[in-house]
């Protein structure tokens, strides 16, 4: 639990009132005789009722929104998203809500504060903050995600191993991700062990250099540490290699596929082509790898993203910086005008948390499965570029422009280091 206190007042800063909208009791006009009233035919009674709502919506915007009904002593009673604000109060604390056997919000709501958004991912920013103030002890049962997944490894252990957890393991454990299921982060494990040839069977390995090896062994897929075949010493360099590429710390994977390929040409200059033909495998296995699921996975000592969303307007677009702790909402731009603040948005990503007037921070773990669930999301309007120091801002110009001229029947490359920069260009639409 954050040590983050926000107030209601900030998150959710336009309000309304159920006696505003909705006349509890059309029959409080002085002027009308009660006693006539008592003999009006319902028809009549409930089409007063019904003008009176009519009347009385009209001033709430019908437009995306997260919002929050309070009771009269300021007590919450629900906090949601909607893509319509004025249908969601209707079907709430309208007088036709009982007809329908739902709860009738209209008879113990007092209060409604609301925010206007203008895309699904700023809606679950601002939803996620509402609710983790409004309701802290059950917030995350509220949320449409789970914390993320992320793949560890301890490289100080006596016995290094690759394991997953949905928590952020402390320093000195290398940590990447994130990634939204627990299979997904085991697929990314496992393919780090049959790419570099590690250790399965993690009791055995604990047991070297006096282990029984396993059937990996005799398949020519592990060196087998556990009985002595090679040291603990040359175990630790070989994962720590798989880290390294994993983590792609220092360009580590651009250089495990040069050293690839210089072996190739060793072996085969040497007429073992058997070796050289194990050698190209790995090497195809790993670029396999580079271009599908380790596009979704990050160093999270670097993990910053900058976010394009639409805004709350026709033509506008939001800007958002999410880092391990925090999402930033960067003030609205016009589309055509998108390119000219490229640079202005990278300082901000360049910056330090404590940069900002933010008092602590939200877990590295809900705030990453947020921009993860979104980002992966069917045919939701977004860009989603990972600032890890990689990308240049001509590359990002060239994105923002092919986001703004995407059509929705075409899929949006990953926009990443692994990316080349040709592959972003604004005057093509892609290939069908």
């Not at 609710?131 to 301890?154: E, G, I």
């Not at 930033?328 to 007037?357: H, I, K, R």
């Not at 990002?396 to 001229?405: E, G």
Request: glycine share 4%.
């Amino acid at each position: 639990m954050s040590d983050v206190n926000e107030k209601i007042d900030d998150l959710l800063p336009d309000r309304t009132t159920v006696s505003q909208i909705v006349n509890r009791s059309p029959l409080e006009n002085p002027t009308e005789n009660l006693l006539d009233a008592d003999h009006r035919s319902a028809d009549i009674s409930l089409s007063s009722s019904s003008r009176s709502v009519v009347d009385g919506f009209a001033g709430v915007p019908a437009k995306p929104a997260v919002y929050a009904c309070f009771a009269a002593d300021g007590t919450p009673i629900v906090a949601a998203t909607t893509a319509n604000l004025r249908n969601a109060l209707k079907n709430r604390i309208s007088n036709q809500t009982a007809a329908k056997k739902r709860v009738n919000y209209a008879e113990i709501a007092d209060t409604i504060r609301f925010r206007r958004v203008g895309s699904a991912f700023a809606a679950s920013w601002w939803y996620y903050r509402t609710v983790r103030t409004l309701f802290p002890n059950r917030y995350a049962a509220m949320l449409a995600w789970k914390p993320a997944w992320f793949v560890t490894l301890n490289p100080e252990m006596d016995f290094p191993r690759f394991q997953i957890s949905n928590t952020l393991a402390e320093p000195p454990n290398a940590n990447v991700g994130p990634l939204l299921t627990r299979r997904k982060a085991r697929e990314i494990m496992e393919s780090m062990e049959d790419l570099f040839d590690l250790c399965r069977y993690y009791e055995i390995l604990r047991q070297a250099p006096n282990g029984t090896p396993c059937a990996y062994k005799e398949l020519g897929k592990c060196p087998s540490p556990c009985d002595g075949s090679i040291s603990m010493l040359e175990y630790r360099q070989q994962i720590n290699s798989a880290i390294g590429f994993l983590s792609d710390s220092n360009g580590a994977r651009m250089g495990w596929f040069d050293n690839q390929e210089q072996r190739i040409r060793e072996a085969a200059s040497c007429m073992d082509f058997r070796l050289a033909a194990t050698h190209k495998r790995k090497l195809d296995q790993a670029d396999k790898l580079n271009n599908g699921k380790l596009t979704e996975v990050h160093n999270m000592d670097k993990w910053k993203y900058l976010i394009i969303q639409r805004g709350k307007t026709e033509n506008w677009i939001a800007p958002f910086v999410a880092d391990p702790h925090w999402i930033v909402s960067l003030p609205e731009v016009q589309d055509v005008d998108g390119a000219q603040w490229v640079s202005s948005w990278m300082t901000v990503c360049n910056a330090q948390l404590s940069n900002y007037p933010i008092a602590g921070g939200f877990p590295v773990e809900e705030i990453a499965a947020l921009v993860t669930y979104h980002k992966y999301r069917p045919r939701e309007a977004g860009l989603y570029i990972p600032m890890d120091g990689k990308i240049d801002a001509e590359t990002i110009r060239r994105a923002l422009q092919f986001w703004l001229n995407y059509e929705g029947d075409y899929d949006m490359p990953e926009i990443n280091s692994a990316v080349p920069s040709a592959s972003l260009n604004a005057d093509k639409r892609p290939e069908a």
